[in-house]
């Protein structure tokens, strides 16, 4: 399996801009996160779905956020308009209940600069 | 006060040494421990889990729970310049397989370095 898969692995953009992170999470799993990873916070949940309905999005810091997920092997998460303070890491993860540990298998991460 | 307390380091220490890592909690519902390792630039990867308290042993990796103090240990035996990475504890209240306690709560990270 590819694993999970984000893009772009790094983005720098200006503030104001709009920025979209994407991921394909790993065929087969029914869960998805988006987790936002800096030095002073570590790593945070910002929201995640299951079978692709958003379950808990309280954890999206502001209405500048978005998330989405489409269909099962695609979701995205929208900054607009993006800010310094939003630069970051941003990794995507998925998970199988059925079966499984309930290991979340992680992507390698979108880094995000807004100058 | 966080859910969840790790010391953010950097720890350094020789090749062969013991490394211990640890992580405190304030949430006496957590029963589901796990230890992500983090190399530089990549995703966390999942390296050991446990469920309520006791030891788990996996090759040179030994977790520890202790529910009484809400505390939790990962040590590494004859630690190698590999083993150089970010390890991250993760902690929830329930089994995976309850409905909707999807939730993981990270530690901050621990970044530890293997000197040669």
């Known amino acids: 399996d590819a694993g999970v898969i984000q893009s772009p692995r790094h983005e720098v953009t200006e503030m104001g801009q709009e920025v979209t992170l994407r991921c394909k999470p790993i065929s087969g799993h029914d869960y998805l996160f988006w987790y936002r990873q800096t030095m002073m916070r570590g790593l945070e949940l910002l929201i995640y779905?299951?079978?692709?309905?958003?379950?808990?999005d309280s954890g999206m810091p502001e209405d500048r956020f978005s998330a989405k997920m489409p269909n099962a092997s695609f979701s995205t998460l929208k900054i607009q308009p993006s800010e310094p303070r939003d630069s970051a890491v941003y990794f995507c993860a998925s998970r199988r209940i059925a079966g499984g540990t309930g290991e979340l298998f992680f992507g390698e991460g979108s880094r995000l600069t807004v100058l | 006060q966080k859910e969840v307390e790790q010391d953010p380091g950097p720890l350094s220490v020789p090749e062969g040494a013991i490394v211990s890592l640890n992580c405190t909690y304030s949430?006496?519902?957590?029963?589901?421990f796990m230890w992500y390792r983090q190399y530089s630039r990549k995703g966390p990867e999942l390296l050991m889990y446990t469920y309520s308290s006791g030891n788990k042993e996996d090759g040179r990796f030994t977790a520890q729970v202790d529910k009484s103090s809400k505390y939790i240990s990962l040590f590494i035996r004859d630690s190698q310049p590999s083993d150089s990475a970010t390890y991250l504890c993760a902690m929830s209240p329930h089994t995976i397989i309850i409905q909707g306690a999807q939730k993981l709560v990270f530690g901050q990270g621990t970044r530890l370095t293997i000197n040669p």
């Open positions: 779905f299951n079978n692709n309905v958003p379950i808990d």
């Open positions: 949430n006496s519902a957590f029963q589901y």
